[in-house]
T-cell receptor, first 114, second 113 residues
Framework: GAGVSQSPSNKVTEKGKDVELRCDPISGHTALYWYRQRLGQGLEFLIYFQGNSAPDKSGLPSDRFSAERTGESVSTLTIQRTQQEDSAVYLCASSLVWGRGELFFGEGSRLTVL | EDKVVQSPLSLVVHEGDTVTLNCSYE??????LLWYKQEKKAPTFLFMLTSSGIEKKSGRLSSILDKKELSSILNITATQTGDSAIYLCAVESMSGSARQLTFGSGTQLTVLP
């Protein structure tokens, strides 16, 4: 596609439910990132995929968070047993090659946990 | 732990004013510093800086990196209401073989007509 696509754009869920967020990066981009942005705060790194290498999961806040990526295509971020503090905008970004600084961001998925 | 600090946190100016946004960092294995503009949800790329003292310019926006002072500034001249946004600074560093990008909290710029 022309840009990074994320779905859903908005998700309201009840505490304790699982949610799955999807990211479709720009075709040909080998690197894919997930970030979280809480209201009024900066971007918080969650996880990074580079080609077929093992992902860098160092930013995942707890074992309730996991992410998968199939090859160099779609990625899904799963949050199990959601908590109210998980409420945030989850942004996905991709870049053409490893080491390039220019990230292209999706519009984000706004998650609200009631 | 890598750290990126931006100042001011927020700024309100009138159209035509010039603004300077600051970004300072403490990272190991610095690679580059990036500026993004975030208007609604998705940040858009402005500049990438890797060398000290070389100004990057795009229209009314310019930025420069000072590796000695571990900082960067983003200047916007003749501001317009469309410049209202959050400006994010990010620093790219290497942790082993992994590339890491650490964002600051951003500066909220409001330009009044």
């Amino acid at each position: 596609g022309a840009g990074v696509s994320q779905s859903p754009s908005n998700k309201v869920t009840e505490k304790g439910k699982d949610v799955e967020l999807r990211c479709d990066p720009i075709s040909g981009h080998t690197a894919l990132y997930w970030y979280r942005q809480r209201l009024g705060q900066g971007l918080e790194f969650l996880i990074y995929f580079q080609g077929n290498s093992a992902p860098d999961k160092s930013g995942l806040p707890s074992d309730r968070f996991s992410a998968e990526r199939t090859g160099e295509s779609v990625s899904t971020l799963t949050i199990q047993r959601t908590q109210q503090e998980d409420s945030a905008v989850y942004l996905c970004a991709s870049s053409l090659v490893w080491g390039r600084g220019e990230l292209f961001f999706g519009e984000g998925s706004r998650l609200t946990v009631l | 732990e890598d750290k990126v600090v931006q100042s001011p946190l927020s700024l309100v100016v009138h159209e035509g004013d010039t603004v300077t946004l600051n970004c300072s960092y403490e990272v190991t294995n610095f690679r580059s510093l990036l500026w993004y503009k975030q208007e609604k949800k998705a940040p858009t790329f402005l500049f990438m800086l890797t060398s000290s003292g070389i100004e990057k310019k795009s229209g009314r926006l310019s930025s420069i990196l000072d590796k000695k002072e571990l900082s960067s500034i983003l200047n916007i001249t003749a501001t317009q209401t469309g410049d209202s946004a959050i400006y994010l600074c990010a620093v790219e560093s290497m942790s082993g073989s992994a590339r890491q990008l650490t964002f600051g909290s951003g500066t909220q710029l409001t330009v009044l007509p």
